[in-house]
């Protein structure tokens, strides 16, 4: 095992795993994490021992989101110029098939790295969505591209206007999750079809990756500029300001529309 600051990484057999780490904040992802995440998931998809690559969270939950406490107070032009995005268009290029592990919350950033990944396993307890709009916020990291190619504009507008948790029954219905298992097997099951995969045949695998993505993301590269600029743009916003300076003071928000 090696652990990095904020994830644990492993090898088992020939399946990867990369652990997020920062339990006390319900592994909220700050800009470090997903480096560490990119780093990991890019070595292994050149080491010649790894076939599939799995991403977790900790028993009770994936990600709560991205870290709230290190947006909160940032404007639109320094997220510009810092580019962060980037880091998460390294994840989308990995070859290698990515498996999530869904336990408790996969929200806000912790859902878009579950829509990073190829297939998701879910804990039958787990709940997911996009609660930015309850920030005065959006997704920044290709969400808005992704959900609506996994389930459909009406849906997705739906879901993602009203920012709720939806279990991860109806995440399963509406085709964003693979397979649910109880809590207590989820990892083993999700390693059992990890393992499976990774005795497929290697190119063939990495070439199927590579064509279904074209199929269902041809034009996620050009929506996905669209909505950085939009995420930005909620920077330059009060009710940004508002939204997570109400949620770290633990109190409702008082949106102004300005
Ligand atoms: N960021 C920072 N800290 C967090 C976050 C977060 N996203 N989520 C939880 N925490 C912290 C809490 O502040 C709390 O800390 P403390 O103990 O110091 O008060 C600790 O984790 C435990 O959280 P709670 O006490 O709130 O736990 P509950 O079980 O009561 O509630 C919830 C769990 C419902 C998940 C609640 O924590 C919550 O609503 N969290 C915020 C969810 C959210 O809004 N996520 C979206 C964030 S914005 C976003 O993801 C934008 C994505 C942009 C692109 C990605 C860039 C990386």
């Known amino acids: 095992m090696q652990n990095k600051e904020f994830i644990k990484t492993w090898v088992e057999g020939k399946v990867g795993v990369i652990q997020l780490d920062r339990p006390k904040v319900l592994n909220a992802i700050n800009t470090s994490m997903v480096r560490e995440i990119v780093e990991t998931a890019e070595s292994f998809d050149r080491e010649d021992d790894v076939m599939v690559i799995v991403i977790r969270g900790d028993e009770r939950t994936f990600a709560a989101g991205a870290d709230i406490d290190e947006m909160a107070e940032v404007d639109a032009v320094t997220m510009e110029l810092r580019n962060q995005f980037t880091d998460w268009d390294r994840l989308a290029i990995v070859k290698k098939p990515m498996i999530a592990a869904v336990t408790g919350y996969a929200f806000g950033g912790g859902f878009e790295l579950v829509l990073c990944c190829d297939m998701v396993f879910a804990s039958e307890n787990a709940q997911v969505g996009f609660p930015e709009v309850k920030l005065g916020v959006m997704p ?39 397979r649910l298992f109880a809590p207590e097997v989820l990892f083993e099951e999700t390693m059992k079809v990890a393992h499976r995969l990774s005795e497929q045949a290697p190119i063939s695998v990495r070439l199927i990756k590579e064509s279904v993505n074209k199929a269902v993301d041809y034009s996620v590269y050009e929506g996905m500029q669209y909505e950085r600029k939009n995420f930005y743009m909620l920077f330059a916003t009060e009710d940004q300001k508002e939204g997570m300076a109400a949620f770290k003071e633990k109190r409702k928000p008082h949106f102004k529309g300005k």
């Open 140 to 178: 920044g990291a290709g969400g808005t591209q992704r959900l609506t190619k996994l389930v459909g504009k009406t849906k997705a507008l739906e879901w993602l206007w009203f920012g709720d948790a939806k279990p991860a029954s109806e995440a399963y219905d509406l085709g964003v999750i693979n």
